[in-house]
């Protein structure tokens, strides 16, 4: 056990040292508080992080007009331009836009997730299924990815394994998740905590088809166009984001 800990004392140091490494520093972070069992729950992440999160999210909620922590969120994932954009309502209901974020890493190619192992990012609407506080990439919400439509169709495929485990997290490493950097990772995850998962839904959509862009379907499975028209549907509910 000394030197389980005497192993985790040295990486925490040398990664801590690297302070431009966000990403080494979540690593070493994870591997001491694994060696000495230390777990956190989803509110001393938000007691920790809650106070900056709000600080940074707090102007783009007012420029928006709307309260914070708002009655419902709406994350959009656009795979060709690598952006996360963070719509929320109000007590009229509507969608407003409130902010974006570079998508720093996400593995694979346009086109939906079709088993485990081919290292896609889904594609469709998902809801957010839970929050972990001790993720090895610093804070991470799990999306709930198989959703009904990718089981439907892989039991029309005879497709059984589908994959799983697909996280919005921090860091800048992705094996067919979104990895946001960890700062972003803390405004999502206390965004979420605060709002209430029941009240947040996921897009992860090919490319904004609000823009009147295409995805390549020629390759993809037969029902992929269903599938957009799903994604489409549910994008036409938000304004485009007006980009500069």
Not at 57 to 71: E, H, I, K, M
Not at 124 to 148: C, K, M, T
Not at 196 to 213: C, E, H, M, Q, Y
């Amino acid at each position: 056990m000394k030197l389980r800990l005497l192993i985790a004392f040295a990486v925490a140091v040398i990664a801590l040292a690297l302070v431009s490494r966000g990403q080494i520093r979540s690593l070493a972070v994870y591997s001491w508080n694994r060696a000495v069992g230390r777990k956190h729950a989803i509110e001393d992440r938000v007691k920790q992080f809650g106070d900056s999160v709000r600080g940074r999210l707090g102007p783009f909620f007012s420029v928006a007009r709307l309260d914070y922590p708002p009655r419902r969120i709406a994350l959009v994932g656009i795979k060709d331009e690598q952006r996360l954009q963070i719509y929320a309502s109000g007590s009229d209901g509507g969608f407003r836009f409130v902010r974006a974020y570079p998508i720093l890493a996400a593995s694979g190619q346009l086109g939906p997730k079709l088993k485990e192992g081919d290292r896609q990012v889904p594609e469709g609407v998902y809801p957010i299924e839970s929050l972990n506080p001790d993720s090895r990439f610093h804070l991470a919400l799990r999306i709930g990815y198989p959703n009904d439509f990718d089981r439907e169709q892989a039991a029309k495929d005879g497709r059984t394994s589908l994959g799983g485990d697909i996280m919005i997290h921090g860091s800048a490493v992705s094996i067919g998740c979104l990895a946001m950097g960890d700062e972003a990772a803390e405004d999502l995850f206390v965004l979420a905590a605060e709002t209430g998962l029941a009240n947040i839904s996921v897009i992860l959509t090919p490319v904004d088809f609000r823009r009147g862009k295409t995805a390549p379907i020629g390759r993809g499975p037969s029902w992929t166009e269903a599938l957009y028209a799903q994604i489409r549907a549910r994008l036409s509910e938000l304004p485009a984001e007006q980009q500069k």
